[in-house]
């Protein structure tokens, strides 16, 4: 029965996929009711829902075949203090009159269950978080991206001019480790499509850098964040080790620009009054994927996994960030751990949702 | 360093010795003159003091240094630390003397073995929530291999593996200076401290998003808690909001301790520690953030690892800079010990703990140890020595143990103080350097009652020795000599008549007769209130007195059949050694006649007494005085001497109790040497209030009476209650 969605609610966005089915038979356009239809015109000829939804068009993954249907496959996301207008909004267009089930993952399928049951008079189908997302990655990278691949890494990532971005066949992907950066992180080990385990997770995720950056420079978007971040120069705020011992650390074969204090410079009051905006959001983008690439690095070197997929709405284009890791993890391991990025982000829990639908149908 | 200066110097202490010789007796009227002699002489020894100051000071401290440098051939001097290179040419220019800058981390990391090899107690669990804030752990006789994380501005963490091997095995930048440059962004406050304080006040939940910011609720499926942060600063991401400062310093100092807690777990799981020490600006002497990396470490860890402190971690790299310029003298192939007159407690500057000391100055706050002539070991017969704890009753614990012997001390100090002053009738001074000595100890025992963690676990042993430190730092340093002396020859010269009637009795009786003469020789003990009352008003009172007082048998502990059954069908021991307590009648008519039984079986005995004067214990140099004259009337112990059957040892030690991992090296060589398969110990500091639940690898018989009604009365009896344990260890 159709729609077919995938709800994933999670603590800052809701990314919501839905399948558009394109075979669609002249019949069956018959006996479409006429709620559905406009749902699917709604969704299809919009780029932009109310003031915050968001169709992400360059992702749409086209002529998919999905349980024997042909159609495309749409991402949608909008913040998650819409939740309410969300559901609003389902219950304006009678979605319950449907009789469909709506799959939905991630920690708002616990916190709204009430509200879509009362206000929408919808029966959420919860489904958990990481099954959804290793679900959603596997089945991604399957079906690859438009004939291109949806896994890649970079090469030469601090070399502005010779940083490419290149394709990677993750056909063999076990055992690989997760890092979800959404508004915390999780890190997962998987080991096979049902053998995984959460290793750990940090609450010094993208919440935290947006929060950061909300409270020191005064912006409001994620978007508006990350521009500053890319025209400020965090070594004015950071102490690198090159600040205190004028060179390489050598006796414990540390490079001068590595960062040894973040923020550290901001102890001086001169240092605090000359720093500009821009320069206090690439610190704060610095300070928290330095620090993720830590973690994931400890993680894997503890779980003895060389191939670190990075994935979450954290890194939607922040190539800064990515290419960051990129290197962070290449340089700190010796080359021996690779950083890989999917082009899907942080849809993945919500495909994994869709498929839990289709399955469970 | 950023704020402080620590100096570590060495010096040599004079300070007056009492010292006991021999006379020379031929063809003098014995019966008339006093046993031996007794001098006090001016030792020196030698002291290492380290002090630390703000920077503010560093140019009076340069002007102190210059005056009381003393070796001229000093051309150098060792610095490390951020303020090494800022002080450089001030230091360089006022002392004439050249800075030699050392690696900070090498500094480190010698200061931390240091500590941790010479310092009993140095480190504690921080637990908050808990009566006793600080759990002070036992030291490991192999400190080795532990984790260091030192967390100033950046995050340093250090694998060390021995003595001179370690390694940089990772950090990070998110550190101290991330919470004070980030913080000072955030709050505008400008100082460490303040932004600790406001953090202390604020609400993390207003500014961070919990788990059930998102879920509604706990996580159930994997287990995370409701009010887990699930994104520190995850409220914050607007622009229309005002947060307070407090709460925001709070999130701040949350997302830094759980980062840094979860990177050391990491770190350790890899390298497959379970010791990670924490030190460096972040965490000194704050509660606060011992708190919070605490709870990180029990979080990520699961309870798996401890995170660690050190009572002198502000003093590490000037510790490891002076034995850095102390190489040659090798100071590493010594014993140490603090000495509590001379040093500051643990949190002797935090306002937080220490509101009334804030008025004194600053962040002043010194440590003093003391050389110890001779290296410390372990007694090699201990079953376990990494879970050995000498003391019985760990009074930062039990509050009512501490009320009770705390106001003892302080009713007994008077008195001290008094015998202290009548000790050296000769000295015009000593009546004022009593007064002195009154005022330090005073001083102690209420920082005591406030802080009772300042030195470590707070023990009836560790009260003891604080009072001996301050008796010596006023130069008493043997108040009870003259009594000793005294008590000496009084039971010499009964010595015969006892031998005599125990050897007039039959083998059981006598062996009760010995054990009950032990005993009773053990009533007479000047550091309790009770007898020494009895000792000042009834001159008479003697041995046979002395054992009326005794409780009759069944004793308040009593394997005394045991014992008895093991003399009767058991081989002779090998080699016994015995712990002796008071000088006088215990010794001699307590002690001597007992080992005298022992050498008659055909036991080797090893007589272990204390190397320097504790109220009025038998000091080693007394006993082979002693037994010389023993000897000369008996042919047993003559023979015994002769044929090293019996021999004198020192323990090391000049406490009134006994640390069986702190021993001199020469015993334990020699009990292992005898094949040492029976230990006594003998005295209420050193078997009741130490060691009573020791366990050893041999037999072992721990006897004393009970002098204290309180303490009595704790464990169930009376006063002059009897303690007698034999405990054979399982096999």
Known sequence: VFPWFGLDIGGTLVKLVYFEPKDITAEEEEEEVENLKSIRKYLTSNVAYGSTGIRDVHLELKDLTLCGRKGNLHFIRFPTHDMPAFIQMGSEKHFSSLHTTLCATGGGAYKFEQDFRTMGDLQLCKVDELDCLIKGVLYIDSVGFNGHSECYYFENPTDAERCQKLPFNLENPYPLLLVNIGSGVSILAVYSKENYKRVTGTSLGGGTFFGLCCLLTGCSTFEEALEMASRGDSTKVDKLVRDIYGGDYERFGLPGWAVASSFGNMMSKEKRESVSKEDLAKATLITITNNIGSIARMCALNENINRVVFVGNFLRINTISMRLLAYALDYWSKGQLKALFLEHEGYFGAVGALLELLDSA | ?731
């Open chain 2, 1 to 731: 360093g950023g704020s402080l200066t620590k100096l570590a110097y060495y010096s040599t202490v004079q300070h007056k010795v009492a010292r006991v010789r021999s006379f020379d007796h031929s063809g003098k009227d014995i019966e008339n003159e006093p046993l031996y002699e007794i001098s006090v002489q001016e030792e020196i020894t030698a002291r290492l003091h380290f002090i630390k100051f703000e920077n503010t000071y560093i140019e009076t401290c340069l002007d102190f240094i210059k005056d009381h440098l003393v070796n001229t051939e000093t051309k150098v001097i060792k610095a490390t630390g951020g303020g090494a290179y800022k002080f450089k040419d001030l230091i360089e220019k006022k002392l004439g003397l050249k800075v030699d800058k050392e690696d900070v981390m090498t500094c480190l990391i010698k200061g931390c073995n240091f500590v941790l090899r010479n310092i009993p107690h140095e480190v504690f669990a921080y637990q908050k929530d808990s009566d006793t804030e600080f759990r002070f752990q036992t030291n490991h006789p192999n400190i080795f291999p532990y984790l260091l994380v030192n967390i100033g501005s950046g995050v340093s963490i250090v694998k060390v593996e021995t003595e001179d091997k370690f390694e940089w095995i990772g950090g990070s930048s998110i550190g101290g200076g991330t919470f004070w440059g980030l913080g000072a962004l955030l709050t505008k406050t400008k100082k460490f401290d303040e932004l600790l304080q406001l953090a202390s006040k604020g609400q993390h939940t207003n500014v961070d998003m919990l788990v059930k910011d998102v879920y509604g609720g706990a996580y159930q499926t994997l287990g995370l808690s409701g009010n887990l942060i699930a994104s520190s600063f995850g409220k914050s991401t607007t622009a229309d909001k005002e947060f307070s400062k407090e709460d925001m310093a709070k999130s701040l100092l949350h997302m830094i301790s759980n980062d840094i807690g979860q990177l050391a777990c990491l770190y350790a799981k890899l390298h497959n520690l379970d010791k990670i020490y924490f030190g460096g600006f972040f965490i000194r002497g704050h509660p606060v953030t011992m708190r919070t990396i605490t709870y990180s470490i029990n979080f990520f860890s699961k309870g798996e690892v401890q995170a660690l402190f050190l009572r002198h971690e502000g003093y590490l790299g000037a510790i490891g800079a002076f034995l850095k310029g102390a190489e040659q003298d090798n100071p590493n192939q010594y014993s140490w010990g603090e000495n509590y007159a001379g040093s500051s407690g643990l949190m002797s500057t935090s306002p937080d703990v220490y509101p009334m000391q804030r008025s004194r100055s600053g962040t002043f706050d010194m440590l003093e140890m003391d050389r110890l002539e001779r290296p410390l070991v372990n007694l090699p017969l201990l079953k376990d020595p990494s879970t050995y704890i000498p003391d019985t009753v760990d009074l930062t614990d039990d509050a009512l143990a501490r009320k009770y012997w705390l106001t003892c001390f302080e009713e007994a100090l008077d008195g001290v103080a008094k015998r202290a002053a009548a000790s050296q009738p000769d000295s015009v001074d000593a009546p004022e350097r009593a007064e002195k000595f009154r005022q330090k100890y005073w001083n102690k025992l209420q920082t005591l009652r406030q802080q009772p963690f300042a030195y470590g676990t707070l023990t009836v042993r560790s009260l003891l020795d604080t009072r001996e430190h301050c008796l010596n730092e006023f130069n008493f340093p043997d108040p009870y000599s003259k009594v000793k002396q005294k008590e000496n020859g009084i039971a010499l010269k009964c010595f015969q008549s006892v031998i005599e009637s125990l050897d007039s009795l039959g083998w059981e009786e006598r062996q009760f007769a010995l054990v009950k003469g032990l005993l009773a020789g053990n009533v007479f003990d000047w550091g309790a209130k009770a007898v020494s009352d009895v000792l000042e008003s009834e001159p008479q009172f003697g041995f046979e007195e002395a054992k009326s007082k005794l409780q009759e048998r069944p004793w308040l502990e009593d394997s005394y059949s045991q014992w008895l059954e093991r003399l009767k069908e058991g081989p002779p021991h090998k080699c016994a050694l015995i712990f002796a307590d008071n000088s006088g009648i215990d010794i001699i008519l307590g002690v001597f006649p007992f080992v005298r039984e022992l050498l008659s079986r055909g036991t080797e005995v090893i007589l272990a007494c204390n190397s320097g004067p504790a109220l009025n214990d038998v000091t080693y140099s007394e006993s082979l005085i002693v037994t010389e004259r023993i000897a000369a009337m008996d042919p047993v112990i003559q023979s015994a001497l002769r044929e090293e059957k019996l021999l004198l040892v020192q323990t090391g030690s000049s406490s009134p109790c006994l640390d069986l991992s702190r021993l001199d090296k020469g015993l334990a060589v020699l009990v292992r040497e005898r094949q040492t398969d029976l230990v006594i110990i003998e005295g209420m500091g050193r078997a009741i209030h130490t060691n009573y639940y020791a366990a050893l690898n041999c037999e072992s018989l721990k006897l004393a009476v009970i002098k204290n009604s309180w303490l009595a009365d704790r464990l169930g009896g009376k006063i002059f209650s009897v303690i007698f344990k034999y405990e054979v260890p399982c096999k």
